[in-house]
C-alpha cells in the first residue's frame, strides 16, 4: 500500500513537473511571438511619427526580458529622436555592459554624445567604431560626418593662432619667393589638440605679456600644376586622412623644377 502511494505519488510529481516545462514551452513560445508582434507595432508607430506611443511595446518587451538588445537598441533610438539624449545613452551603455563590441550602440552613443556637444567622448567612440569595422561604408560615412559637423574656426584671437610660411625654391637651391600666411583655420575637435601636442616643440613662451605652446611642423613637397595657395596640415588616423590646421597664403605661381616648404608653426594660448 505504501509502496503504490510513493509510487503514485513519484507519478503526479513527473506529471506536474512534465506539465510544467509544457506550460513554460507553451508562454515561451507565446510572448516570443508576443514579441515579434511588438518590435513590429513599435516600428509601424516609429514610420507614422507616433515615437511616444512605440515606446511603451518596447517597455514591453524588456519587462520580459532586460537584456533583450533589439528592444534596448530601438528605444535608445527614439529617445534620441524626441531629443532626450541622456535618456537615450542609458540604453545604449545596457548593450554596451552586454556586448562592449556592439557596432550599432558605439555608433548611436556617439550620435547622441555629438547633439550634446560632447565632442571628446563622441570622437572617442566614432573611431572605435572604425576601428572595430575598419570596411564598414556606412561607419565611414559616419566618421567624415562627424570631422565635418561644424565650419572650422578662424584662428585669429580664438585658441589657436597658426603661422603659415611658404617658401619656395628652384632646383639649385635658389629663392624664389616667400609668401606668409593671410588666413588660417583649424578644425574644433579634440583631435586638433592630440595633434598640437604630437608636434609641441616650446612650453610657455610669453609674446606680448600672453603665454602660450607652440608647435612646428615643415613639409616638402613638389608642387603640382594646380597649386592654389591653400595647405592642409594633414593626418592620417585609422587609415584616412584629415587636414586638421588649414592655412592659405597668395597664390604661388611654380616652374616644374622648383620645390616648396610649407613651416607651420602654431601657437596655443595658455589660459
Known amino acids: 500500500m505504501i509502496k503504490s502511494l510513493i509510487v503514485g505519488i513519484s507519478c503526479l510529481i513527473i506529471f506536474t513537473s512534465l506539465t510544467n516545462v509544457v506550460a513554460q514551452e507553451e508562454i515561451s513560445n507565446l510572448l516570443g511571438k508576443n514579441v515579434k508582434e511588438w518590435h513590429a507595432i513599435s516600428a509601424a ?69 555629438s547633439f550634446l556637444k560632447e565632442w571628446s567622448e563622441a570622437e572617442k567612440l ?3 567604431a572604425v576601428e572595430l569595422e575598419p570596411e564598414n561604408k556606412i561607419i565611414q560615412g559616419m566618421m567624415y560626418q562627424f570631422i565635418a559637423r561644424e565650419n572650422s574656426i578662424i584662428a585669429h584671437d580664438s585658441v589657436y593662432d597658426i603661422k ?39 612650453e610657455g613662451v ?12 615643415v613639409d616638402n613637397f613638389v608642387p603640382e600644376d594646380n597649386a592654389t595657395g591653400a595647405f592642409g596640415f594633414t593626418i592620417t588616423k585609422y587609415g584616412h586622412e584629415f587636414d586638421i590646421f588649414l592655412g592659405f597664403v597668395p597664390m604661388i605661381l611654380t616652374e616644374p623644377d622648383e620645390k616648396i616648404t610649407i613651416e607651420w608653426r602654431i601657437q596655443k594660448e595658455i589660459i
Open 126 to 128: 566614432i573611431f572605435r
Open 45 to 113: 508607430l516609429i514610420s507614422e511619427g507616433r515615437h511616444e506611443e512605440s515606446i511603451k511595446y518596447y517597455d514591453k518587451i524588456l519587462e520580459i526580458n532586460p537584456k533583450d538588445q533589439k528592444a534596448l537598441l530601438n528605444k535608445g533610438s527614439v529617445l534620441r529622436d524626441l531629443e532626450r539624449y541622456k535618456e537615450s545613452i542609458k540604453y545604449y551603455d545596457k548593450i554596451l555592459e552586454i556586448n562592449p563590441n556592439h557596432i550599432k550602440a558605439i555608433s548611436s552613443k556617439a550620435i547622441a554624445l
Open 206 to 217: 610669453i609674446i606680448n605679456g600672453k603665454t602660450y605652446d607652440i608647435a612646428k611642423r
Open 164 to 202: 603659415l610660411r611658404a617658401t619656395v625654391r628652384d632646383s639649385s637651391g635658389n629663392l624664389v619667393s616667400i609668401s606668409e600666411s593671410s588666413n588660417a583655420r583649424y578644425l574644433p575637435y579634440p583631435i586638433t589638440d592630440e595633434i598640437f601636442e604630437r608636434h609641441l616643440i616650446e
